[in-house]
Structures are given as C-alpha cells and as structure tokens.
C-alpha cells in the first residue's frame, strides 16, 4: 500500500496497484465515524485516533486527520502505517470492504451522465464532458 499527496495537507491518498476498494467508477464519503456502520474498514480506519473522515473510491481511500491547520505535522507519521496495516488486513481477509446492503444500494456508477433517449442535444455534449473531462481530473484530486 503506497500513499500520495492531495491538494487537503490533512487528507492522504492510500492506494495499491494491487487493491480494488470499490466498483469502477463508485465512491462512498464518509464525513465522520457516525458513517462507519457502512464499511467494517471505515469502522477500523476511525478506530485510529487522529481520523476524522474517510473517501473510499475504486483505486483508493482517502484519510482525513483531525486538527486542520494547527494540526502537528508529525501525526502522520502515526497515522499511516496503522491505515496502510488495516488496509492490508482487509486485503488478505475475507470480509467485505462495504456492507452487502449498503453495496445493493449503490447506485451505477456515473448513472447520472449516461445518455437517455429523451435527452437534448445541449445535454448529451454536457454529460459526455462530465464523462471524459470532469471526472477524471476530479478523481484525480483525492476529496
């Protein structure tokens, strides 16, 4: 499990070339531990103090520490290699990342820009910018 940098100085990217967290194209927030019973691992990732928000996306899960801009620095270096351990305890165990009712609920992924018979001219260019040049860069970006 590596990490990478988001634009957020609070928020770390944790990925693997070898994980897949989620459907392609689905991601779930989690704002604050409330949100948790969703996902056994969101539930251990907020069971490490400093935590504060979750990201879970196909490629990814993004961290969010506690503290903002006065947040010490140093925290990470705590806070990372307990997630990267969880991350990798769900990769090599037999639970789901997501609960199966919660997975049943998800929507398709980019459900809301695919094409519908009855859709304008005007909608059809928009959405297929959101598909090929929105999302993307968005994705990008982490949270």
């Known amino acids: 499990v ?3 940098e988001t634009p957020n100085p609070d928020s770390l990217r944790f990925f693997s070339m070898q994980l897949s967290f989620l459907e392609n194209g689905q991601s ?6 409330s949100h948790a019973y969703k996902s056994a691992l969101a539930d251990v990732l907020f069971g ?8 879970f996306a196909d490629e990814y899960i993004t961290v969010t ?4 801009e006065g947040a010490d620095p140093e925290s990470w270096s705590t806070i ?10 769900f990769a090599n165990g037999s639970e789901s990342i ?3 009712e919660v997975k049943a609920s998800m929507p398709k992924a980019d459900w809301d820009t695919e094409p519908s018979n009855d859709d304008p001219e005007v909608v059809l260019a928009i959405n297929e910018l959101l598909a090929t040049r929105i999302r993307p860069i968005d994705k990008q970006d982490g949270v």
Not at 28 to 33: A, R
């Open 98 to 100: 997501i609960t199966d």
């Open 28 to 33: 779930m927030d989690f704002p604050n531990n």
């Open 2 to 4: 590596e990490t990478s």
């Open 65 to 68: 520490r506690e503290g903002g």
């Open 80 to 89: 990372t290699p307990l997630v990267k351990e969880a991350i990798v305890a």
């Open 48 to 55: 490490i103090e400093g935590v504060s928000a979750l990201f």
